[in-house]
């Protein structure tokens, strides 16, 4: 089954949005939650899943640009985008408020 270009865009967003704390985490050298190794991800660890996460984001956006037709317009992509970035926020935003995993270690 293959996504539309829109779909690959809103899930495009997620993976980038996704990527931001994990890339800002190694950076910094703390601890956040990741699926590779719970919540004891060390640096290296946050700085492998956020490049993943921004790798297999723009393999999707490339992919999607490349779905164009002669006429189409990147407007209905990037909304599409946009709104994966923001969905992503909002469940961070809410899960982190319900179920406090990341802040308060370092």
Do not use: K, Q
């Amino acid at each position: 089954m293959s996504l539309t270009p829109r779909a690959r865009s809103f899930v495009a967003g997620l993976l980038v949005a996704n990527s931001a704390p994990h890339l800002a985490t190694a950076v910094t050298g703390h601890r956040h939650l990741t699926p590779l190794a719970g919540r004891g991800s060390g640096p290296g660890i946050n700085l492998l899943w956020g490049a993943a996460n921004l790798a297999g984001g723009l393999a999707l956006l490339r992919s999607a640009a490349r779905a164009e037709r002669p006429g189409d317009t990147w407007d209905s992509r990037l909304v599409a985008f946009e709104s994966g970035c923001v969905a992503f926020a909002a469940w961070m935003a809410l899960t982190e408020r319900l179920f406090p995993m990341n802040h308060g270690e370092s």
